[in-house]
């Protein structure tokens, strides 16, 4: 059951990254007030969900932990946002998928989940089609540099908030864990976040329905991710996910016109696939 879940989550992903990319590579949007937007919208959509399937711990401990996985999402969310600024959807992508080696690390020694020969090699093979794609560019300029390392450290904070995830699900039903990951960042984010109101305002003005649509696309998303995390192992269901990056990259290719070193991307794109699926049957 958790595999159609997960496949769900992955359609929704696809359209909430190439919206997003739409929106942030325009040199003057915002990715902090998106950042706030994402999460905000993220909240609202999922508050009558939590209402209907709340569940939520009695002890602290749980609760500790939530907070500190809603200031670990606003740090992502940051980096990854901000690296959509310097690079398209399928490298982003693809760069992403190192989080699937700190994933299978963490889900072997943390939640001790089995390590196959499978597993091994499709995440090898997932890491080898980020090498790819960060070697194709030849002239590799700063700006380029930045949005890499961007995604980079993004990764693994992703892998560490996907990993506590699985703790945090044995107290809080799928609704109420997804509503609480959205919400908590959107108030440290509005908290942090200098000149807020007059941010906020711009980017609602400026590409507001396009933002709405990315933020409620990427809160179904996380829905149905936390869903498939419930009932399935954590780098199974990441996998399938991410394998939905040949979508984004037809997506980009055609919708957003973004053409170039399609031959490299597409190599990138297949090994990332082949590993996917070794992983998915272990």
């Not at 399937?53 to 200031?71: D, E, I, Q, R, Y």
């Not at 107290?171 to 959205?182: Q, V």
């Not at 919708?255 to 049957?281: D, R, S």
């Amino acid at each position: 059951m958790y595999f159609y879940i997960a496949l769900l989550s992955g359609v929704f992903f696809t359209g909430s990254d190439l919206i997003s990319r739409y929106v942030l590579k325009d040199k003057v949007t915002d990715h902090w007030a998106f950042s706030f937007y994402f999460s905000f919208v993220g909240a609202l959509v999922n508050l009558p969900l939590m209402i209907i399937n709340f569940k939520a711990p009695a002890g602290s401990n749980l609760w500790w932990m939530l907070f500190a996985v809603g200031t670990l999402i606003v740090i992502n969310n940051f980096l990854f946002f901000r690296a959509q600024k310097f690079i398209n959807p399928s490298l982003l992508g693809v760069l992403s998928k190192f989080r699937l080696l700190w994933i299978l690390l963490l889900g072997v020694f943390i939640l001790h989940e089995s390590l196959t020969l499978n597993k091994g090699l499709g995440t090898l093979l997932v890491i080898v089609a980020g090498l790819l794609l960060i070697k194709y560019k030849k002239s590799q300029t700063k700006i380029f540099n930045k949005g890499m390392l961007y995604g980079f450290l993004a990764t693994f904070f992703y892998a560490v908030v996907i990993i506590l995830y699985k703790f945090l699900l044995e107290g809080f039903s799928p609704a109420t864990l997804t509503f609480m990951i959205f919400a908590i960042p959107a108030v440290i984010n509005f908290i942090v976040m200098p000149n807020r109101m007059s941010r906020i305002s711009t980017l609602a003005k400026t590409k507001g329905q396009w933002v709405l649509l990315a933020c409620a696309l990427g809160a179904f998303a996380n829905l149905f991710m936390n869903s498939a995390l419930n009932i399935g192992e954590a780098t199974q269901v990441i996998v399938i996910i991410e394998s939905f990056l040949v979508a984004v990259l037809i997506g980009e290719h055609f919708i957003l016109k973004e053409k170039k070193n399609a031959i490299q991307k597409l190599i990138a794109v297949t090994l990332a696939i082949v590993g996917a699926i070794l992983v998915k049957i272990q």
